[in-house]
Nanobody, 117 residues
Framework: QVRLVETGGGLVQAGGSLRLACAAS????????IGWIRQAPGKERKLVAR???????VYADSVKGRFTISRTANTNTMYLQMNSLEPEDTAVYYC???????????WGQGIQVTVSS
């Protein structure tokens, strides 16, 4: 059974930093594509960052230079380091793992990030 558990969200002032973590079980983050998605109030879900199986990375234009996606094989955890946060970054953030073997995608439960101005 695949399980993704997110931690690290919360309330931060504009200009501050947060680090989201997503601990995976039942699937290896190191061998599958991973991503972070966010959904702001009243808006659609949008891709924030994605790392392919081979390590290639794509960021949304709005977070380039501020956010960094990474993963650690030994703890089977993926991360999103968020710096220079802006009120526009306020959203529920979801981690995502795309299984290469089953063509399924697995989602975390979502975690709130709120950036005050």
């Amino acid at each position: 059974q695949v399980r993704l558990v997110e931690t690290g969200g919360g309330l931060v002032q504009a200009g501050g930093s947060l680090r989201l973590a997503c601990a995976a079980s039942g699937i290896a983050v190191a061998f599958n594509a991973i991503g972070w998605i966010r959904q702001a109030p009243g808006k659609e879900r949008k891709l924030v960052a994605r790392m392919g199986r081979s390590g290639e990375i794509v960021y949304a234009d709005s977070v380039k230079g501020r956010f960094t996606i990474s993963r650690t094989a030994n703890t089977n955890t993926m991360y999103l380091q968020m710096n220079s946060l802006e009120p526009e970054d306020t959203a529920v953030y979801y981690c995502l793992v795309e299984s290469a073997t089953s063509d399924r995608s697995y989602w975390g439960q979502g975690i709130q990030v709120t950036v005050s101005s």
